[in-house]
């Protein structure tokens, strides 16, 4: 609720802080006194609250426009992977990449922890870490293999709980943070992964490091508070992936049709863009599965890694917001669409959505029907164009254009068909380019569905499809004025988000 009295003294007050609305004055000075005081650091168009169905979640306390950047959140720990490639413990680098022979790697000094040389030994991220680590005889046995460089090494799955453990003796606060996020740790505890974590990892800490004051329970909910909230960031400059705790970007609410995006900066920290307007009070989303998946798969990917059943929108609706992806045309009639009729419920009925058509199947039957498809998707020869439209060609009339299957396809046909352009004869790539054209059209129609505005799904289907419009003014002898004029709107459109979304900026200017 926003309050009626002056945030400086307390007297009668109207004059709304433009920012984040919440807070009054009575008069500019006495604005500008608290701005200069604390409100420069309180000032956010968001705020957490919390109720019994969702815990804590993010809102919105004014209208948030498109492309604006809504927070960016340091992490409170970066980290490898469970299962890791080597990789360095101040700079995160992969050492695969970088190691120029076979012999071992650079050990840190003190711990013997690999790590890229002396200066990493002594990186912020690996220094309170290293004195606990070389207090134990513990070494790892972390070598190059140059026959396997993708090997992933299971010693890495104690630095990041035991990263967050140390946050107790030096950032307290943090700590605490992170400590109320969501664990799921029950469920988890059921896993046979946690099996695995209970025998190997607890008595890692607790023995071998000697760290005795943190109970079995402690160091299990801390790695189920991790599996349940870290964000996986992909850093090409150093050929490796990491995990990282955000304590902002935890709390925000999972929806299969979000209306925010993130990125990660230079210094990782976490940048929330609003790819549409959001409401005041509306709720702030991200999503945690891919949009192609269609409901089933998507909540049972979300079951699986973040232990909720979500019932956003799009799941709610049998028709996945006027898509039908998870249908299949029906073998009856042939004119209907099979979609489920409770569709959050895995054990639901599926019926054909004609009217005076009565065919009716099991979730069994359909769950079949569905791994037999993806099996077909799967076995596909990954470079080799022709296979995928084969697979289009076989399953647009069975499953429908807009089935989650062929959709798929049609995706990965376009990354294709987009490196394919670029060695092709003209002739060749005239006729791919066209393909590309085609199947961007129809991609794009779903994704303003699924995923509109500045999304990355909708965002990267503008940018190849004025990638391929571009080529074909190029190289065709007769360009299209219809494909010019398309051209000439797309590219008009990719500099307006690229001044809305400055993230954007270097993935359309590298597409030229």
């Known amino acids: 609720m926003v309050s009626t009295v002056c945030a400086v003294c307390s007297a009668p007050a109207s004059q709304q802080c433009a920012g984040c609305q919440q807070t009054v004055y009575c008069g500019r000075d006495h604005q500008r006194q608290h701005w200069k005081a604390t409100h420069r650091r309180e000032c956010h168009c968001y705020r957490v609250v919390e109720n019994a169905s969702l815990g804590r979640y993010v809102i919105a306390t004014r209208k948030i426009r498109q492309g604006e950047i809504i927070f960016r ?22 050492l695969m990449a970088t190691c120029r022979s076979d012999e071992r790697f650079h ?28 207090g134990s005889s513990y070494r790892p046995k972390i070598r190059p293999a140059r026959d396997e460089p993708t090997k992933r090494e299971s010693a890495y799955c104690a630095i ?3 990263r967050v453990l140390l946050l107790q003796s030096h950032a307290p606060d943090t700590y605490a943070q992170l400590q109320r996020l969501e664990s799921h740790v029950e469920e988890r505890l059921k896993s046979p992964l946690y099996e695995v974590v209970r025998s190997n ?40 992936k990491v995990r990282a705790l955000y304590p902002l970007g935890a709390m925000l609410s999972h929806d299969c049709r979000p209306n925010t995006k993130h990125y990660f900066d230079d210094t990782l920290r976490m940048v929330l863009v609003a790819t549409v307007d959001i409401e005041r009070g509306g709720t702030i989303s991200a999503s945690y599965t891919q ?133 092709e004869s003209v002739e060749q790539s ?3 380019l066209r393909r590309t054209v085609e199947l961007c059209h129809d991609l794009l129609a779903v994704a303003d569905h699924l995923e509109p505005g500045l ?34 709107s797309l590219k008009e459109e990719l500099n307006r988000i690229s001044r809305l979304d400055p993230s954007m900026s270097s993935q359309i200017i590298d597409k030229k």
């Open 291 to 423: 949009p192609l998946l269609g409901t089933l798969h998507r909540r049972l990917a979300l079951k699986q890694s973040k232990h909720f059943e979500c019932q956003c929108e799009r799941c709610t609706d049998p028709t996945e917001l006027g898509t039908s992806l998870s249908g299949f045309r029906c073998p009856k009639c042939r004119k209907g669409i099979v979609l489920p009729a409770q569709p959050c419920n895995p054990q639901s009925v599926w019926r054909c959505r004609q009217r005076n058509c009565a065919f009716s199947e099991t979730a069994t039957v359909y769950a079949a029907r569905c791994t037999e498809t993806q099996q077909q998707l799967l076995n596909l020869n990954r470079a080799e164009p022709g296979e995928y439209e084969a697979f289009i060609r076989q399953h647009q009339t069975s499953a429908h254009g807009w089935n989650a299957f062929v959709l798929q396809a049609k995706y990965a046909l376009i990354q294709l068909l987009d490196h394919r352009t670029t060695v």
């Open 160 to 162: 990041v709980p035991l």
């Open 430 to 432: 005239e006729v791919s």
């Open 201 to 240: 990892l607890v008595p890692f800490v607790r023995t071998v490091l000697g760290l005795q004051q943190y109970s079995a329970e402690t160091i299990l909910q801390v790695c189920a508070i991790l599996d349940t909230n870290c964000f996986e960031i992909r850093l090409p400059e150093r050929w490796t």
């Open 73 to 94: 959140d340091v992490p409170a720990v970066v980290g490898p992977k469970m299962a890791s490639v080597p990789v360095c413990l101040g700079c995160n680098r992969d």
């Open 107 to 134: 050990e840190c000094s003190r711990c013997g922890w690999p790590v890229c040389g002396a200066e990493c030994e002594g990186a912020e991220q690996h220094r309170t870490e290293c004195s606990i680590l070389a």
């Open 455 to 488: 999304g990355f799904f909708r965002v990267k289907l503008l940018v190849t499809l004025e990638k391929a419009l571009a080529t074909l003014q190029h190289r065709c002898p007769k360009p299209s004025s219809k494909e010019g004029a398309e051209w000439s």
